[in-house]
């Protein structure tokens, strides 16, 4: 059809287009004009200023107005007088020109002698008169048919250079297919039209059209953010209810406009992202581009992202125990193993992780963590379950420790934690390795860490999926000091993942958008800098790719005295104690002997779990590294059990050539 075709719709929006350049056009000089003679300008930004609630900024164009209304009446007045002062200056005018022609002539009649000079100057001026006269006449015709097709091109001109035509019909390189500008009145219209009619009636019945609502608008990062005063009878829940609704009304996606409650009551903060920025990448993370970055347990906080404001999100992992869940595939590894990579630039934290996805999404980490354990069987998940009854055994031996003794702090990592909850395996005791019940083992493990290794530096990071009560039993989830959710399916998963309060605040990782907002994370913990009044908030995580976490993870390896990994290959394989004492004395010089033994006991409970002090000087008698009493206690020494073991498997290479 023709009235279809790509060439006739093209030939109607060109139509159109020029059409209304000029018709814009006209409309913009006509404002510009009226605003030069009139004072509505200074109204209208007076009325702009208070809207937006800056009075200092009213009060200056207030003024700004006096003054120009000051300046108009003067300019009238003095139009008054005008006619006297034009007449005065027209005949001083005439008398001065003829003086001077008629003192010219004169001058000229001297020089030339000619009497008939006089009047030279005075003719000349007449013939110039006349040729104006002439050029006039020639000129004025064609510029009267010329003038009005002039000043259409000039108005088509302004109005092109505005782009004052429909968005339809303009080419598609100058169409703004990104959401308006936000200003005051397109907010308070955006709540009008809500759809909730208390707030729709008390907006109509305010004087100043609703502006009062409003507190400033402020740039944050790549957006605006406004706070709202909801009149009485208004509820915030009615205004978070409506979040599609609102952002269409401010000509936003859903994803782009978050809402929160700050500590005002009867106030709702908006958060309103410019068209497409959330959809713009966020560099990389420091850990990747800063060689000689080092972190700090204590005192330290990782890089994790940005917010929402572009603002850099740093968060301090020191005593918190941390949960991060969400939907498959949406960087939930990813999250939890840019804090691993960061935290393992301490050389003094230990890990122990459990990878129950088992995919080698941790294989980095071998050759950093003490265990590795990797695979989604039921024998990883009770190598994993094992690894917490040890953490829980380490963690009761440091509460145990007198008064004073500093503990490195050690860091259980469990990701796909909900392996561990649903797996049917049960113990020779007859107690299950998953469940939520209290005879489940991984639960309590998990429970008793949670409730007091944080006083001794040993803490639990858990990444799960998908949460629900039966894969992510509450007192776990509520026993997280740090709760970070990407996008989940529902409310209530987004409730188990981050609590009640920070949902009821305005978390919201079920209206994320899944594959779209990978990596991007709502998190509630004291451990970021959270806006005052808010339970929560959205962070966009570095990634780190696998290529990249490899290369921070060697560069973590060389600020450690060589770290000797346990793996799920090793399970079957004997025992050897000498090594093992060497690997738990770490890099400290000399170790009491009951820690070592409390350190042995947690590396292997299986192989040294009864052993008491004479086992122990037994292997140390025999391969030349014997106790010793330093300060009045027996000690053992890295030195020592370093050069038997050198002197032992030099002896071993030598019999072996032989």
């Known amino acids: 059809m023709v009235v279809t075709s790509e060439r006739t719709r093209a030939s109607v929006r060109a139509t159109a287009r020029h059409g209304a350049y000029v018709v814009g056009g006209a409309r913009i000089v006509t404002r510009r004009a009226w605003d030069s003679r009139s004072a509505a300008r200074y109204e209208r930004m007076i009325r702009a200023a208070e809207a937006a609630g800056n009075h200092e900024l009213a009060r200056e164009w207030e003024e700004r107005g006096r003054a120009f209304r000051a300046a108009r009446h003067?300019?009238?007045?003095?139009?008054?007088?005008?006619?006297?002062?034009?007449?005065?200056?027209?005949?001083?005018?005439?008398?001065?020109?003829?003086?001077?022609?008629?003192?010219?002539?004169?001058?000229?009649?001297?020089?030339?002698?000619?009497?008939?000079?006089?009047?030279?100057?005075?003719?000349?001026?007449?013939?110039?008169?006349?040729?104006?006269?002439?050029?006039?006449?020639?000129?004025?015709?064609?510029?009267?048919?010329?003038?009005?097709?002039?000043?259409?091109?000039?108005?088509?001109?302004?109005?092109?250079?505005?782009?004052?035509?429909?968005?339809?019909?303009?080419?598609?390189?100058?169409?703004?297919?990104?959401?308006?500008?936000?200003?005051?009145?397109?907010?308070?219209?955006?709540?009008?039209?809500?759809?909730?009619?208390?707030?729709?009636?008390?907006?109509?019945?305010?004087?100043?059209?609703?502006?009062?609502?409003?507190?400033?608008?402020?740039?944050?990062?790549?957006g605006v953010e406004v706070d709202v005063t909801l009149p009485s009878g208004v509820s915030t829940n009615e205004v978070q209810g409506k979040r599609r609704k609102l952002a269409e009304n401010l000509a936003r996606h859903e994803h782009e406009v978050f809402i929160t409650l700050p500590e005002a009551a009867r106030t709702v903060r908006l958060w309103i992202a410019d068209s497409g920025a959330l959809d713009e990448p966020i560099g990389p993370s420091p850990l990747a581009i800063d060689g000689d970055l080092r972190a700090s347990y204590a005192k330290g906080r990782a890089p994790w992202g940005q917010d929402l404001r572009g603002d850099a999100a740093a968060l301090s992992l020191f005593q918190r125990h941390m949960l991060v869940t969400g939907l498959s595939n949406q960087g939930k590894t990813a999250a939890v193993r840019a804090l691993a990579l960061w935290l393992a630039l301490d050389p003094t934290v230990e890990f122990r992780i459990a990878d129950l996805k088992g995919a080698g999404d941790w294989a980095m980490f071998d050759g950093l963590a003490t265990l590795l354990i990797q695979g989604p069987t039921d024998e990883d998940v009770i190598d994993a379950t094992t690894m917490l009854e040890d953490g829980v055994a380490e963690m009761e031996r440091r509460l145990t420790a007198p008064t004073g003794t500093s503990h490195h702090p050690l860091v259980l990592l469990v990701d796909e934690a909900q392996v561990a909850f649903m797996c049917p395996a049960v113990g020779d005791d007859k107690r299950p390795y998953g469940g939520t019940k209290a005879t489940s083992r991984y639960f309590m493990a998990a429970r008793k860490i949670q409730n007091q290794g944080?006083?001794?530096?040993?803490?639990?990071?858990?990444?799960?999926?998908?949460?629900?009560?039966?894969?992510?039993?509450?007192?776990?989830?509520?026993?997280?000091?740090?709760?970070?959710?990407?996008?989940?399916?529902?409310?209530?998963?987004?409730?188990?993942?981050?609590?009640?309060?920070?949902?009821?605040?305005?978390?919201?990782?079920?209206?994320?958008r899944q594959g779209l907002d990978k990596g991007t994370l709502v998190v509630a913990s004291d451990g970021i800098d959270i806006p005052a009044g808010q339970a929560s908030i959205t962070v966009?995580?570095?990634?780190?790719?696998?290529?990249?976490?490899?290369?921070?993870?060697?560069?973590?390896?060389?600020?450690?005295?060589?770290?000797?990994?346990?793996?799920?290959?090793?399970?079957?394989?004997?025992?050897?104690?000498?090594?093992?004492?060497?690997?738990?004395?770490?890099?400290?010089?000399?170790?009491?002997?009951?820690?070592?033994?409390?350190?042995?006991?947690?590396?292997?409970?299986?192989?040294?779990?009864?052993?008491?002090?004479?086992?122990?000087?037994?292997?140390?008698?025999h391969a030349g590294a014997e106790p010793y009493k330093s300060d009045g206690v027996m000690v053992v020494s890295r030195d020592r059990v370093t050069h038997a073991l050198a002197n032992r498997d030099g002896t071993d290479s030598a019999s072996a050539t032989g």
């Open 74 to 222: 003067q300019r009238r007045m003095e139009l008054l007088s005008a006619p006297q002062r034009v007449a005065k200056g027209a005949a001083a005018g005439v008398g001065v020109t003829g003086g001077g022609l008629l003192l010219l002539g004169i001058i000229l009649a001297v020089a030339n002698e000619n009497f008939a000079d006089i009047a030279t100057p005075t003719l000349a001026l007449v013939e110039l008169v006349r040729w104006i006269v002439v050029i006039v006449s020639v000129v004025w015709g064609p510029l009267v048919t010329l003038a009005p097709w002039l000043g259409l091109l000039a108005l088509w001109g302004v109005g092109r250079h505005q782009q004052a035509a429909p968005q339809w019909a303009l080419p598609t390189s100058q169409r703004d297919t990104g959401g308006a500008p936000i200003t005051p009145s397109i907010v308070v219209t955006a709540l009008r039209d809500l759809g909730v009619p208390a707030l729709r009636k008390a907006i109509k019945e305010m004087g100043d059209a609703g502006a009062a609502m409003l507190g400033p608008i402020r740039i944050a990062g790549c």
């Open 454 to 512: 944080r006083a001794v530096n040993v803490m639990l990071w858990q990444g799960t999926q998908d949460p629900t009560d039966q894969n992510l039993p509450k007192l776990v989830r509520e026993g997280a000091h740090t709760r970070a959710s990407l996008v989940v399916g529902t409310e209530s998963q987004a409730r188990m993942a981050l609590g009640d309060k920070a949902v009821d605040g305005g978390a919201a990782p079920h209206l994320l």
């Open 540 to 621: 966009r995580t570095h990634f780190i790719d696998t290529t990249t976490a490899t290369e921070i993870a060697d560069r973590a390896k060389a600020l450690r005295n060589g770290v000797t990994t346990r793996t799920t290959a090793d399970r079957d394989q004997d025992t050897d104690p000498l090594a093992d004492i060497a690997h738990v004395l770490g890099t400290e010089a000399r170790v009491r002997t009951k820690d070592v033994l409390a350190r042995l006991a947690t590396l292997n409970p299986g192989a040294y779990g009864d052993w008491s002090f004479i086992d122990l000087k037994r292997v140390l008698d």
